[in-house]
């Protein structure tokens, strides 16, 4: 039994200590706070909670722009191993200023004023893009309202605006956990997740070859890969112009003929989505005569370079016994 409880003992979790920056009495609405999760140790990698949302960092410090009313805690976890919870540090609003209070663990979630509408956060055209698209969050806040709208991206304030945001061109690192609020209203939104990574761009592969003779089949690949698009619609052009469309990534002519000739790209466009691939690059289709006068053309010059090799060959013997010949007779002289 002694040894049990030992072993327990020795793996019990750490519990962090959470601590705020700036004091307590110099915090005002709109001011950023910085949070400190004191864990004993190296190496851990820490998980924010504020309100219903979640963050992860390598810091131990975290900063948040106080803005409406939530509780924030924190743990450290490494490898398998994670520390406790920490005792939540609940932002309350009390007149312009707010006061931070120590909370236990068991009383850390503290809910909105349950008398105001909380906004929503949309996106459109969807929660997924690709670099170089434009992206509009749209914050519904069901009443005509000439306040200012607050936005917030992975708990900081980025801007007041209104109650639309466009981001245009958009890069990989505009991805992130979007919400809103209302000028002198304490309700956060639920936060809306924007992902944003880079865009596409397909490769056409032709089988069997570039080079093919009339009456052969050939078969165009367009291959988009490093994305999480799973169902493409895959359009085919040929000399910039648009040719074929389908759900198949492969597009095949039964028996091509010289007109066939030409350059081939394809684009992907994300099935029940918004989201484009770039365009291929173009790869070139040449089509011959057919195969058989190929064939026969092949067998003349076959045919041919033997005929010439033989007489070659039986011009050479002949020479040989000429030269025999005369030799003869001069050694009889």
């Not at 700036?22 to 910085?34: K, L, Y």
């Not at 948040?64 to 919870?85: A, P």
């Not at 917030?152 to 639309?164: D, H, L, Q, V």
């Not at 799973?230 to 007109?259: A, F, G, L, M, P």
Request: glycine share 8%; charged share 20%.
């Amino acid at each position: 039994g002694g040894v049990l409880v030992r072993v327990i003992s020795a793996g019990q979790a750490p519990k962090p200590r959470l601590t705020v920056q700036p004091e307590t009495s110099q915090i005002f609405r709109g001011d950023t706070v910085t949070l400190t999760c004191d864990i004993q140790g190296e190496g851990w990698r820490y998980t924010w909670q504020c309100g219903d949302e979640q963050h992860n960092s390598d810091e131990e410090e975290f900063k948040i722009t106080v803005q409406f009313k939530q509780s924030c805690k924190c743990k450290g976890c490494r490898e398998s191993f994670c520390s406790e919870w920490s005792d939540a540090e609940t932002l309350t609003d009390s007149s312009d200023t707010i006061n931070i209070q120590s909370v236990s663990h068991t009383a850390s979630t503290v809910e909105t004023t349950q008398s105001q509408y909380k906004p929503k956060v949309t996106v459109k055209p969807q929660s997924s893009v690709f670099t170089g698209d434009t992206v509009t969050l749209i914050c519904d806040v069901r009443w005509s309202t000439g306040r200012t709208i607050y936005w917030y991206k992975n708990f900081k304030r980025i801007k007041a605006g209104s109650e639309t945001e466009t981001l245009r061109e958009v890069r990989v690192s505009g991805g992130g956990r979007y919400a809103c609020s209302v000028e002198n209203k304490t309700a956060l939104s639920q936060g809306v997740m924007l992902t944003v990574e880079g865009q596409p761009k397909p490769v056409v592969r032709v089988q069997p070859d570039g080079r093919v003779f009339r009456g052969q089949t050939v078969t165009l690949t367009c291959d988009i890969q490093d994305t999480d698009v799973t169902n493409w619609s895959y359009t085919w052009n040929k000399d910039d112009s648009e040719i074929h469309v389908s759900q198949s990534q492969e597009y095949r002519i039964s028996s091509v003929s010289e007109s066939h000739t030409g350059n081939y790209s394809c684009t992907g466009r994300e099935t029940g989505g918004s989201r484009y691939s770039h365009t291929s690059d173009k790869v070139t289709l040449t089509v011959s005569g057919s195969s058989e006068a190929h064939a026969l053309i092949t067998g003349v010059i076959v045919a041919l370079s033997v005929a010439f090799l033989l007489i070659f060959f039986l011009a050479l013997l002949w020479c040989c016994k000429h030269n025999k010949g005369l030799s003869h007779l001069f050694k009889s002289a």
